[in-house]
């Protein structure tokens, strides 16, 4: 079982997300912030992140580089509704495996981090 970080702003959002990767047999925790992202992976072994890339406070693109370096072996995604945001090549660079656009196709994302997991 693989273990996901989901980190967005919204609340609802984490919530939606977090019963639906649950659902399709992932375990899941939900932050509502990078900082508190950050916290979770000092405490807990993650797979797999994703997190959208426009935040108060600490933006998608600082809790990837943060991670990139705390957390080497979580593999990193993204999400955002902002799409042509330079926020986008940003994640790509600072170690985004992908970058989905809200709202996305649940299945696409699920075959995506079961492909990468199992490379």
Do not use: H
């Amino acid at each position: 079982m693989f273990t996901i970080l989901v980190v967005d702003d919204n609340e609802g959002m984490c919530e939606t997300l977090g019963d639906i990767f649950t659902s399709e047999g992932f375990k899941v925790k939900t932050a509502l912030s990078g900082l508190e992202a950050l916290k979770l992976a000092d405490e807990n072994k993650f797979d797999i992140l994703l997190t959208d890339l426009v935040m108060d406070g600490m933006d998608g693109v600082e809790t990837l580089k943060k991670m990139k370096k705390t957390s080497p072996q979580t593999l990193l995604f993204a999400m955002t509704a902002y799409r042509a945001d330079n926020r986008v090549k940003e994640a790509m660079k600072n170690g985004a495996r992908q970058v989905f656009e809200k709202p996305f196709e649940i299945a696409l994302v699920v075959n995506v981090f079961k492909r990468s997991m199992a490379e």
